[in-house]
């Protein structure tokens, strides 16, 4: 098979369908990347312009432009979407397009599961985009502080389309990131060991996990928070036991990991580009490693810093002020590094250069106020106004959007396969970073005068008004040079000429491909020996063409990749992916409906979606899998592997592994909220504690033992060749002894509107039965794989991977039961 | 997988112990350890070092162990990043839980 032969049949096997119907049933991550992309661009658009209108009323006092409602809805919708719409599901779109084609891979580790999470961002932002049209968009500020968001605040509808929108959207981040873990630890290109991989790799790799443990904290608060608003249940009303601090908690636990989940991508980012620019290799690799693991895991120690003006005690301040001030620590390794690595190459002044150059000055000065405000006295002082809007706008347009704009015209010629020719690009470089230093060195002038943020207007007199117009002007300057990115962006990607394969001289994969890239990315799988391995074989994409690398003889309509040992890339398993399919698209709408009902209160079509949803996800995990043993499988180089099929750990063990990372921690933030409202909320204790019974210890006792011996009886069963239906019926009896004790614990006490420990009560028993429910179900799922012949002593992932769930079950319920317990035990 | 551990256990045990502390400090205030004492420390204060010096010597056990033939990596590259990652959350832990000695606990 020569290089085209093999082009046009990788082509037919890989290519989304023709036509309308491709853009719904994509799952290939180059479509499904370039579809996020364009979302994330249109949100920012519609961001922009709110920010637009943010400045033209504040650009004189006693401004008559907009009304207080207004007002607060477009300042709280601006915030929401670059937050939640634009800057994570940028990072999604720019990792889900580009890790593969990093890693040398085909596609990400569940095709399917990318495509489900743009459907989901997709219409969980146009829920949001709905409410902004109808005038009935979120009102209460981007962090949604209760009393303010609850219904003593916001009485209407506004505050549900944030809580309930921003949860579905957030589906998609988790999904995300699972996906990205995945593939970074297990499908890289053969060879390609840990100290091989390229930088952004490690940072899509850290900042996923973060997403992983960052988000749940906000997903439980919403939760939390709409079922206050719906159902009474008073978690953050003083007066029944709640407490309003637990919603900044839970908020500032993801909002500040938040900052660094935004910051680290544009840091991978410059540490990609930047060598290339300067004509070298990144400067202590190692040390940029470490570091971005370092800031990775020290910014959920920093969370208190957002709340120094709520009467914290001094050491509760010091110790988050501490906290505060040694991340400038990592922060400071990877910005040496970048200056070493300038140092010793030959920068060249290109325009990702210059973008990457406005990056450093915006994001040190944004970095340097940071420092500021973890000064507990200077906190205080500077709190809620005009400075700390400055502050955050440094920090993330400086340190997010200035280095994806770096990475948008680095990466441009590989999307489009032209070559950049109009100059538009400088222009609107120089119109954005004079604009937006015009308009926020303003702000933070503005802020330590004293101005307040979020006040739709204010008076003369004040010695504010020039400032204002001046920062007003710069936010129209800045505007017009991001109109001028768009324009500049659609121009060349229509007209330009075409371009050569590797326009900067780069050593990394992606540029190992032909240019816009096919839809398999690689035609054979290289094996990988150097960090960049062009520069230490230039003929490599032409070896990879003409299928020297792996898998370079396609099989059938298979779509096979490999996956790789985690530390040293060995070639571990064969994986096929599945093909183009409207079952994303089909879940993410059914799974809409359940937001939808919550939402319009129409709670019939919760459970409904519930069924809906767990239909669809039998039929999508059905699909997978094989009915027999293949045994050991040619993938070229004379090397042959079992299929993941066959594996102990399947792709599906893995992904459901960090999914139960990210449940993990939603579980770990709602038994901290318990504990929260336990020892430091008012109007504690409540009138009674729930009483141990015997019959409920009995049966969690029961089903914490019976499931996890019952799904380890099938494993055992499974591999000698043995049906597994005994142990599978005693897992599933067990998990349903788990369900009925979660249901026993609200048995008898008050409604749950009455105190917010009964609430909290609620919740547990609602967890613990959603997932012991779960359990039960997926070992009846096992069940009937077994019996249509998808289980065999040699393919048991199966078994394990329901092992997982199970275990958590029963591990989560016993502590979650053992929690409800305790305090009626202990008086 | 254990290479995966070997890097992301030291900082995360710094977080867990930093979490456990400032809950800890939360306790302390609410149950007005303070009045109480112990070896001549109020309550809160003497509760808080030793949480802090527990932390302290897991995160220093967390070092050798990085470094030992027993649990340290195979892989060079992780062998390094598993050292460095101890070290620094060693400094974090003496850096962020120092206030326990340095201020008021409760006001």
Known sequence: MNALQRHRALTRIWSSEQGWRGWFTTVNHSDVGRMFLFAAAFFFAVGGVLAMLIRAQLATPRSAFMGPDVYNQVFTMHGTIMMFLFAIPLFEGLTVYMLPKLLGTRDLAFPRLTAYGFWCYVFGGAMLIFALLAGIAPDSGWFMYPPLSSTLGSPGINSDFWLIGITFVEISAIAAAVEITVTVLRYRAPGMSLDKMPIYAWYALVVAVMILTGFPPLILGSILLELERAFGMPFFQAAEGGDSLLWQHLFWLFGHPEVYIIFLPAAGVVSTILPVMARTTLLGYGWVVAAAVSLGVLSFGLWVHHMFTTGIPHMGLAFFSAASTLVAVPTGVQIFAWIGTLWKGSPQLRLPMLWILAFFATFVIGGLTGVMVAVVPFDWQVHDTHFVVAHLHYVLVGGFVFPMLAALYYWLPHVTGRKRFFKLGETAFWLIAIGFHVTFLAVHWVGLLGMRRRI???????????????????????????????????VNAAVAIRGSRDPWKAGTLEWAMPTPPPAYNFASLPEVQNRDPLYHDPALPVRIARGEGYLGTPRGDRRETLTVSITSGRPDYLVVFPGNTALPIMMAFVTGGIFLGMLVKAYWLVPLSLVGVGALMMRWVWTLGRRDDVGPQDIGRGVALHSAAEAADPPGWWGSLFLLLADATFFGSLL???????????????????EPDVLGLGLVLAGAILAPLGIRLAERQVERHAAPYPGLALAAVGGMALALAACLVPLGRPAPDFHAYDATLWVIAGYALFHAALAAGMTLFLAARAWAGFVSARRCGEVRTVRLWVDYAAVTTLIGLAASYLPGALT | MSDVLRISIPLTVWLASFSAIYGLH????????????????????????????AAIALQLGLVFAMKSHQFGSRSLFVRWISVTLSLAALVASLWTLFPVVATSACL
């Not at chain 1, 710069?474 to 040079?481: C, D, E, L, Q």
């Not at chain 2, 939360?26 to 802090?52: E, K, M, Q």
Request: hydrophobic share 55%; proline share 5%; aromatic share 18%.
């Open chain 1, 456 to 490: 739709h207007t204010y008076d003369e007199g004040q010695g504010w008004e020039v400032i204002n117009l001046i920062s007003s002007i710069g936010g129209f300057v800045t505007a017009v040079g991001f109109a001028l990115v768009f324009v500049d962006i659609a």
């Open chain 1, 672 to 690: 901290f909220g318990y504990a929260f409202l336990w020892t430091v909320a008012p109007n504690w204790p409540p009138s009674s504690y729930l």
């Open chain 2, 26 to 53: 939360g306790l302390a205030c609410s149950a007005n350890w303070t009045s109480a004492a112990f070896l001549g420390l109020p309550l809160a204060r003497a509760a808080l070092v030793a949480a802090w010096i």
